[in-house]
């Protein structure tokens, strides 16, 4: 009595005859499932590593020759290695200069928690020199969840391309350039909070959303702008009429979520925690043209419009700031309601009348927003392929605007700080620079 053959036996039958036929030349060979993709995935993190390595070499050579500064530095080394020591983040520096005392933590400066990650690399290696290879990594990181949505929108040319952009955009560079900050985890965690809502991870949308808020006491700005992205996109799935009522679902009802919750902590960061750590509340108040505090500006901002546009062009330098922040973007991100994430942050800066390293295209302030503004381009020239095809002309290819946002990038790096090293006298260091 024959046996009949169970499933596997004959899924054995046939890979064993394919496998025949193959060898005898009557089957092409098919490609391994999935060969592309990891393929990918490698070519992806052989640039996340290479870009790590430049950007940590290029901040310890610059450590090295003495090009870094003695303050903003001084201060994050101390207040790491006092995490790292089971203490609170002190900066003895910054305590003595701005009269706080040499117990000052830097908690009542800027609420920056999440500095407290760094303190098991202390263990490793204790000193500034740690705090930059940090940095390099954290902006390198990015990249990750830059090409997983850029994928989605351009395939994997043109997501290669948008995170090259990223990686040679110049508020990197100055990021790099001007020691560190705790902006290192903001263009991490801003992309994959918009990565991860796109995707439709929502809960790991919102869990970067909540690691950006111990970034600084000023996340939440960013939040709100995320929310008005929110509230701006059509939600296709969860309309208001799904629901019987005036408040829609879906996407505009997350906006909502996050437009409050970044005001609230906002509000409470600033005003609060500050205060509670031993900070000043109004130490960066910069808003005098507008009014003495937050109230008298908003009321003043209101009544007298004409008021605002005066101070975010004067001086000229925000206009140009503003101007460079779109223009190697090829002004993509005007065509993408998601530029709206980075406006509460970006006016924070331009409607200040006082500290003007705010509104100089240099040190770190505009890597603040880098990364949302690489994925406005990219999702600009996805909404701009789309409108050709809808009015019958010819859709460009899908990587096409990814790679001249590439091109952009690159031809902007002799500009900026990777190589503003200059001749100086024989008797100084010459700077370093990566090319």
């Known amino acids: 009595m024959n046996e009949v053959p169970d499933g596997r036996g004959r899924a054995r039958d046939r890979f064993g005859a394919r496998l025949r036929a193959r060898f005898a030349g009557r089957v092409p060979a098919r490609p391994r499932p999935g060969s592309a993709g990891r393929r990918e995935h490698v070519a992806l993190w052989a640039l996340v590593t290479v870009s790590a390595a430049l950007y ?97 929108r351009a395939g994997a040319a043109g997501a290669f391309c948008a995170a090259g952009a990223y990686a040679l955009s110049w508020p990197v560079a100055e990021a790099l350039a001007f020691d560190f900050h705790e902006v290192a985890f903001v263009p991490l965690l801003s992309a994959l909070m918009i990565e991860r809502y796109d995707a439709g991870r929502r809960g790991h949308a919102a869990a970067a959303a909540a690691a950006l808020l111990l970034v600084k006491e000023d996340m939440g700005l960013l939040l709100v702008g995320f929310g008005l992205f929110l509230l701006a996109v059509r939600d296709d799935h969860d309309g208001a009429e799904a629901h019987g009522g005036w408040l829609p679902g879906g996407d505009r009802r997350a906006g909502l979520a996050y437009i409050v919750c970044g005001l609230v902590t906002t509000w409470v960061c600033s005003r609060v925690v500050i205060a509670a750590f031993g900070g000043d509340n109004d130490y960066y108040w910069a808003y005098g043209s507008l009014g003495p505090d937050l109230p008298h500006a908003a009321v003043h901002a209101l009544t007298h419009p004409w008021d605002v546009v005066t101070v975010l062009g004067r001086p000229p330098h925000k206009i140009g700031t503003m101007a460079l922040l779109v223009l190697p973007l090829l002004f993509l991100p005007l065509f993408s309601p998601l530029t709206l994430a980075a406006l509460p942050l970006l006016a924070e800066r331009m409607l200040a009348s006082r500290f003007g390293n705010w509104w100089e295209p240099h040190y770190h302030y505009n890597a603040f927003i880098v990364a949302v503004l690489v994925l406005a381009s990219v999702d600009g020239a996805a909404r701009l392929r789309a409108r050709l095809g809808r009015r019958g002309r010819g859709r460009p290819p899908a990587a096409l605007p990814a790679a001249a946002l590439l091109t952009a990038a690159a031809v902007s790096v002799p500009f900026f700080a990777y190589v503003a090293a200059r001749a100086v006298d024989d008797s100084r260091v010459q700077a370093p620079c990566l090319w």
């Open 56 to 152: 940590a070499a290029y901040s310890l050579m610059r450590l090295r020759a003495f090009r870094t500064s003695s303050y903003d530095l001084v201060i994050f080394d101390q207040a790491v290695r006092s995490y790292s020591r089971f203490g609170a983040p002190v900066a003895m520096v910054k305590g003595v200069h701005n009269g706080f005392g040499p117990g000052f933590a830097i908690l009542g400066d800027h609420f920056s928690p999440i500095l407290a990650l760094l303190a098991p690399l202390y263990w490793i290696h204790d000193g500034p020199g740690t705090l930059l290879a940090a940095q390099g990594v954290l902006f390198a990181l990015a990249i990750v969840p830059i090409w997983r949505y850029s994928r989605r």
